[in-house]
């Protein structure tokens, strides 16, 4: 199997959110988890909780139809390479901008929100993957020549990001501990899953 088929077995689309009414927000919201994206032209709230994942929350605001990615980059640590790492994240943001030019967006008035990136699983403090993520997807933008209007990275606390594609208005609650199991739960199962798919050829997804 080509190394860029294991790539996909974590990033897909979420073709069955899951779906639920938030009476807090009034509003019909879709969950997107570890290693998940969703684009919408609905009228939906998006959303997720993030420890050192990170998320782009990308709309054209024309087309109305707007995005969220959940990713992480492959751990450096235990022989890791920069590169391969970058390609993971590479793909994360690749399949949520093309699926929303799919939908009839444009790049030209793609507007760009980014959130995650806590230092709060163990572990980690070698490679520094709440960091890594962060600057990647700050990077990776910059590359591509899409402007970041908002953003709220780093530091040492989980997020819960609330995000409506249509309008494109976000909330983002930090949650008061950065020892929230379930945070360090689903993340530590999503690191598993990608340090045990498997590798072929040049690409080492670890």
């Excluded at 790492?85 to 939908?103: H, Q």
């Amino acid at each position: 199997m080509h190394a860029m088929h294991k790539v996909r077995e974590t990033v897909q689309a979420c073709a069955s959110p899951a779906a639920y009414y938030d009476p807090k927000f009034s509003a019909h919201a879709l969950k997107v988890l570890p290693g998940e994206y969703i684009v919408t032209g609905r009228d939906v709230m998006l959303v997720t909780v993030l420890g050192s994942c990170v998320s782009a929350c990308i709309r054209d605001p024309l087309a109305r139809v707007g995005g969220m990615n959940h990713f992480m980059l492959p751990d450096l640590e235990n022989g890791g390479i920069a590169n391969e790492s970058a390609r993971y994240g590479s793909y994360a943001m690749e399949m949520l901008i093309n699926e929303l030019l799919k939908r009839g967006a444009s790049r030209s008035r793609l507007e760009c929100k980014v959130f995650g990136g806590g230092a709060v699983l163990a572990g980690f403090t070698v490679s520094n993957v709440g960091k890594r993520n962060g600057q990647f997807v700050k990077r990776y933008l910059a590359t591509e020549g899409l402007s970041i209007s908002a953003e709220d990275l780093y530091d040492v606390c989980p997020r819960r990001v609330h995000y409506w594609p249509l309008t494109g208005r976000v909330m983002v609650k930090r949650l008061a501990s950065a020892n929230d199991t379930d945070v360090l739960a689903s993340e530590s199962m999503y690191r598993h899953k990608l340090a045990e798919s498997p590798t072929a050829g040049s690409v080492e997804l670890f």
